[in-house]
Each structure stands twice: as C-alpha cells, then as structure tokens.
C-alpha cells in the first residue's frame, strides 16, 4: 500500500536531481570553450539549417511519440481483454484498433494541420486526467497512465506546437530579410 507513494516520491525527486546533474555536467564542461565570431552569412546559414533541423526533429519527434504511444495502448488493450477477461480475439483485435485508429488520425491530421494536432492531444490528455478522476485511478494506474499516456501526448503536443510555430517563423525570417548596410568606396 505505500509503496505506490513512495516510488512516486522519489521519482518526482530523482528525476529533476537527474536532470539537474547532467546540465551541470554539460555546463561545467563547456567553461573552457570561446566563443567565435563568424562571417554572417556562414552565420545566417547555419541559423537557417539549424532551424530547418530543430523543426524536423520536433516533428519527428512528435510522430514517433504518437506511433509508439498507439501501438503501446494497442497492444495493451488487445492483451488485456485477450488475456485478462476472455473477450475473445475478434473482440480483442476490434478493440485494440481503436488507439490505432486515433493513432493514424493524429498523425495524418498533424502532417498537414500540426496545431489541430497539439490542440486534439492536450484535449485528449485532459480527457485522460478527467476520466481518472472520475473513475478514482489507484496511484499505480495514475502512474503508469501519465508515463504511457498523458505525458508522451502532452510531450507531442507540444513538440507538434513548436514545430508550427518555428516554421512559420522560418518562413517570415525568409520571406523578410534583414537589409545590409552598403558602403560605398569614394576614390
């Protein structure tokens, strides 16, 4: 009985120490690096490619979170009615299409329309929260459900935001670019 509170405990300690150790680590390495200047236009260019990175990686990102999370919830819905209620597997495989159905429609919907996409998971995070609460979760569920559902699907939904909202960034950088002083030689 406590140790449900216990191991949250010390995982909501551990993991921020974690965190916290290995950015002092990164930072204290680093101390002894200068800093550069660079031509700007190397510059604008490696600003550019790094943007068009950091955009790829947070959708990829994003997308490997939603596959991975609807084929997790796939596979325990299919095993838990399978193995744990005598459903049947005709039952069993209907209702482990479900998470990949909404699956698929996140990711198709978050290809084109990626804001949709942050808004359709944060809502469905809520509903996650809504419905434990409702039907009173023990604290083993609340944890495995925010590990496997609610935090992967905030986690994309962010990523999914900031995707959108780096690239269209990128584009008005583009579409907008900064004018350069001109100096004229008088001889």
Do not use: C, N
């Not at 979170?65 to 095993?79: D, H, K, M, N, R």
């Not at 909404?102 to 996409?117: F, K, N, S």
């Not at 942050?118 to 979760?137: D, K, N």
């Not at 995707?163 to 001109?182: I, T």
């Amino acid at each position: 009985m406590l140790v449900g509170p216990i191991a949250l405990l010390f995982l909501l300690i551990l993991v921020p120490v974690a965190f916290g150790i290995m950015a002092y680590d990164v930072i204290a390495s680093r101390k002894s690096e200068v800093a550069t200047a660079v031509d700007p236009k190397v510059a604008w260019d490696r600003s550019q490619e790094a943007a068009e990175s950091r955009i790829y990686l947070e959708r990829g990102v994003a997308r490997a979170f939603v596959i991975g999370g609807g084929l997790f919830w796939a596979i325990a819905a299919f095993a838990g009615l399978y193995s744990f209620q005598d459903a049947g597997g005709m039952r069993a495989f209907l209702v482990a299409g479900i998470p990949l159905l909404a699956t698929i429609v996140t990711l198709i919907v978050g290809w084109y329309w990626e804001r949709i996409a942050a808004i359709m998971l944060a809502v469905a995070s809520l509903g996650a929260v809504y419905y434990g609460l409702s039907v009173q979760f023990d604290v083993g569920v609340w944890l495995l459900v925010t590990l496997t559902l609610i935090g992967p699907m905030m986690t994309a939904a962010v990523l999914f935001w900031l995707a959108r909202r780096e690239y269209e960034a990128l584009e008005f950088r583009l579409a907008h670019p900064e004018l350069a002083p001109v100096r004229v030689a008088v001889q």
